[in-house]
Nanobody, 119 residues
């Protein structure tokens, strides 16, 4: 089972950049479609970017052209490069399989990494 561990968040000014990283502390994630999700304050968690095991990517319209998802299958790692950040990108960001990993009948989520975009 994939057990993602996210890192790389922080406080950044509007227009700035961050690179989030996701390492798999469980079994190999290289065979799975992986995604970056985010949960803004007071809102539901939602998928923002995905990448298949072959490298095909998708991004939601709100981040298209600004966020790039990538992966290194040899390292079981997934990254999210975020450029031209906006205040509305403020959220806790999570990586996970698509659909999310299930362990003992429940969705498994890591702690996530906080991204705050503010001047």
């Amino acid at each position: 089972q994939v057990r993602p561990v996210e890192s790389g968040g922080g406080l950044v000014h509007p227009g700035g950049s961050l690179r989030l990283s996701c390492a798999d502390s469980g079994s190999s994630s290289s065979i799975y479609t992986m995604g970056w999700y985010r949960r803004p304050p007071g809102k539901q968690r939602a998928l923002v970017a995905s990448i298949t095991s072959f490298g095909t990517t998708t991004t939601t319209d709100s981040v298209k052209g600004r966020f790039t998802i990538s992966r290194d299958n040899a390292k079981n790692a997934v990254s999210l490069q975020m450029n031209s950040l906006k205040p509305e990108d403020t959220a806790v960001y999570y990586c996970n399989t698509i659909p999310p990993t299930v362990i003992n009948g429940k969705e498994y989520w890591g702690q996530g990494t906080q991204v705050t975009v503010s001047s």
